[in-house]
Structures are given as C-alpha cells and as structure tokens.
C-alpha cells in the first residue's frame, strides 16, 4: 500500500463520521499524520474499547459496560419514576441538568411511519413490561420536540395511561423541530421541573 492509499483510507473513514466534512477530516488526518504513535494508539485503543466493552444495559437500554447501566445500579435513585428517552444521548443530556434523580428507559428510536419504525421495533415491549413489574408511579416522556417525538409521546400516553400511572411529558420551551441533546441545561432541566400530566 502507498502513502497516499493509506491516507486516503483514513480520509474516507474520517469523513464517514457523523460532522466531519472533507476540510475536518484532512485537518484531523494530518493531525495523526504529525502525532507520535502513542497518541494514534490511544485514539485507536479508545475507538476498539467502546466497541467491546460498550453494550445495551438489559434493563433500561441506555449503554453499559456491566449487564445493567449506573444509573439503573444506582441505589440512591428514585425508583418509582421511569423517564422514556429515544436514545442514550438523551440520558446523558438529562442527567447533565442535574434535575431529575429516577430511572430511564431508551426506547431505541422514535415511531416513524416514513422509516417503517413502530412500537414494534422499539423497546416498548420492554417498557411495559417494567410497568408491571417495578412499582413505577410515573413515566416521563421526554422523546425530541418534533413530530415523531410528538407521536410517539401520544402512543405512549394512550397505551400507559390505562395502567393507572401518571404519565406526563416535558413542558414546552424546548426548541420545536429540535433535539434534546443540544438543548441548553437550564432550559432543559426547567422543561423536566415544570413537566405537564398528559
Ligand atoms: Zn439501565
């Protein structure tokens, strides 16, 4: 393999990564290009690590290095509330407000009937399932202020309410159409306070 194929390889990889567009990933390939091989190594390493190491905790789906999560492990949460989020970004986006202390669960997406995604290929499933065996009292919709969040807050409302737990679902004040993750934490931990029962 020349220089320049293996080069390019590593453009081609860099610029597939979600943000990296042709400039970044040249600045950042000449960067590694420049580092010693301790410092690609570690990247490497880090990138391998996640891959292994990283799984789906199997109770609540957030990500996990053990079978359960640390929030789910936690025993100083409270355990009577379950926040539904659609991806484990959203975990990490709530508990950077530090206003909510109970338990998630990462539904794994969002029901979108443009991309033939319904509860079925989500983890609601799971979700029920808690429902009837954890002593939950709430549940807090917190999937992203846009149409498909929108949808699916109403289906999880319609088939949780039954059950006779409160459901309710962040107050308004979020950007609308945007996501969770880029929220701002004040915003986003009043949204999670001033919560309305749906
Ligand atoms: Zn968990």
Do not use: W
Not at 6 to 31: F, H, M, N, T, V
């Amino acid at each position: 393999m020349t220089a320049d194929h293996s080069l390019q390889i590593l453009l081609d990889e860099l610029g597939r990564l979600p943000g990296i567009g042709p400039k970044s990933a040249q600045r950042i390939a000449y960067y590694l290009l420049e580092s010693d091989v301790e410092e690609a190594r570690r990247l490497a390493d880090a990138i391998l690590s996640v891959k292994e190491q990283v799984h789906f905790c199997s109770r609540c789906f957030n990500y996990a290095t053990g079978d359960e999560c640390a929030i789910c492990e936690d025993s100083t949460r409270d355990t009577t509330r379950i926040c539904v989020v659609g991806e484990p970004r959203d975990v990490t986006a709530i508990e950077r407000t530090g206003s909510y202390h109970g338990l998630y669960h990462v539904l794994g997406g969002v029901i979108s009937p443009m991309d033939k995604i319904g509860p079925e290929q989500l983890h609601v499933r799971e979700l029920l399932a808690r429902l009837g065996t954890e002593d939950i009292h709430e549940v807090i919709i917190a999937t992203n202020p846009n149409i498909e969040g929108e949808t699916t807050a109403s289906y999880l409302a319609r088939t949780i309410k039954p059950l006779g737990i409160e459901v309710s679902r962040l107050a308004s004040g979020l950007p609308v159409g945007g996501d969770l993750e880029y929220a701002d934490e004040l915003t986003l931990g009043r949204a999670i306070e001033a919560r309305r029962t749906l």
